[in-house]
């Protein structure tokens, strides 16, 4: 619920979603480089391609936040009065789709696994615990701007969240508008609370997979679930008694960790060693 932290000589804004972005970032890449050590993966590599993916990770889901379509009408509309060519690159603000994000930063990933002929399963469960923990930080920064909000609850109960009058849930552009001082659910937070538990859960799975490629199977199969059941709560992704996009991609992605943990079962591909 503080959009801006601070303004730097009274004029330029950092943005609180910026700064945990920053901090969700920045612990990522540290955890990733610990256990990439573990797993006897060079650092340096595994950071070359963490900065990259993190790059396009920001363009692919900035990109699919702008395609959403209760958003077209503020990027391309330009007869709008707050209408901006720039508003496009206002990720500080802001508007980031985290699927999106995940198949830009994937992509990328995989073509520089390609070029510097790594393996891709090991790598991949190095990152995956990382991008939960990433992502835990993102949520809390979406708090605080006020952006990926929950459906209104009734009032007085002890877990809604009021926003300042100006925020974004109560703007009325917004794809079901809300009276101003209306308790919200606080999904936000709730989704925060559950990628670090995912985080620990991926964590801990780590020291003792048996084979490549369960650890990122094991991720996919969490997040899809995660991201199944609160976008039920959210109340800027669909109208009531719809599906949202992230629900059919996250149906997309339980399948795709399904599929692939039976693979891993079955075919018998490369075994690692427990891990202290």
Not at 167 to 173: F, G, R
Request: aromatic share 14%; net charge positive.
């Amino acid at each position: 619920m503080h959009d801006i932290l601070f303004r730097i000589g009274g004029g330029f804004a950092i943005h609180s979603y910026g700064v945990m972005a920053m901090i969700g970032f920045l612990a990522a890449l540290f955890v990733t480089r610990w256990r990439a050590r573990r797993a006897g993966l060079v650092p340096d590599e595994i950071t070359d391609i963490a900065i990259w993916a993190l790059l396009a990770g920001i363009a692919g889901s900035r990109i699919a936040y702008v395609l959403l379509p209760e958003n077209r009408g503020y990027f391309f509309s330009t007869s709008r009065p707050d209408w901006s060519f720039w508003n496009l690159f206002k990720i500080w603000q802001g508007g980031l789709v985290f699927y999106g994000g995940l198949i830009g930063a994937l992509i990328v990933t995989l073509l520089l696994l390609r070029a510097k002929k790594l393996k891709m399963l090991p790598v991949l469960d190095v990152l995956a615990p990382s991008l939960a923990l990433g992502q835990a930080f993102g949520r809390i920064g979406c708090y605080l701007h006020g952006c990926c909000y929950g459906v209104p609850v009734h009032a007085g109960a002890w877990y809604g969240c009021v926003f300042p009058a100006n925020s974004v849930p109560y703007d009325p552009q917004q794809l079901v508008p809300i009276p101003p001082g209306t308790p919200l659910w606080p999904t936000e937070l709730v989704s925060s609370f559950d990628l670090f538990c995912i985080f620990i859960i991926l964590s801990l799975f780590f020291r003792h997979q048996r084979r490549s490629g369960e650890v990122l199977a094991l991720y996919l199969l969490l997040v899809s679930v995660e991201r199944f059941i609160v976008e039920f709560y959210r109340g800027d992704t669909h109208l009531p008694g719809q599906m949202s996009e992230a629900q059919w991609i996250g149906i997309g992605l339980f399948i795709a960790g399904a599929a692939l943990m039976t693979w891993l079962k079955t075919s018998a591909p490369e075994k690692v060693p427990a891990r202290k």
